[in-house]
């Protein structure tokens, strides 16, 4: 009777060890899985947005050149609307970044060449102003694009 005993205490321990040994796993398992897609959601913020950025840069130096080309106004008007499209398409990335990735570096990454794009409408008086604001933009976009490769790289 003390072997049947024994063997059933053994049964169960063996059970519930087990247990404990797939629990682990599993919870394992879903941190990895966790971790795995906030990398991909963190790349795709950042590369959403950067495509996007670029997008509007170009809509804005379209823009700005047609100013001062002094083309007709309804192909001025055409751009306006596109920069404003392309404005707009910035936010939904914009949004996505500042939600997936908090490291404060890419944030004013982010920030800073958002910014400098933006800026480009002021900038429509020559030009050599268009062309500057279009550089530092530009140099404010690969400087997001290093920060966000630099953190997704740890």
Known sequence: ???TVLAIVGTLLGTVVSGLFQHTSAGRTERVGRAEQLRKDQLEAATALAVAISDHRAAMWVRG???LKGDPADRV???RIRTQETR???TRPLIALRLHIVDPAVQAAAGAMVTATYA???SYDSTEDLTQARETAMHAHDTFVATAAAFLAR
């Open 65 to 67: 050149d047609a100013l």
């Open 88 to 90: 707009s398409a910035v």
């Open 1 to 3: 009777m003390g072997a």
């Open 77 to 79: 008007r055409e751009l």
């Open 120 to 122: 480009m409408r002021d």
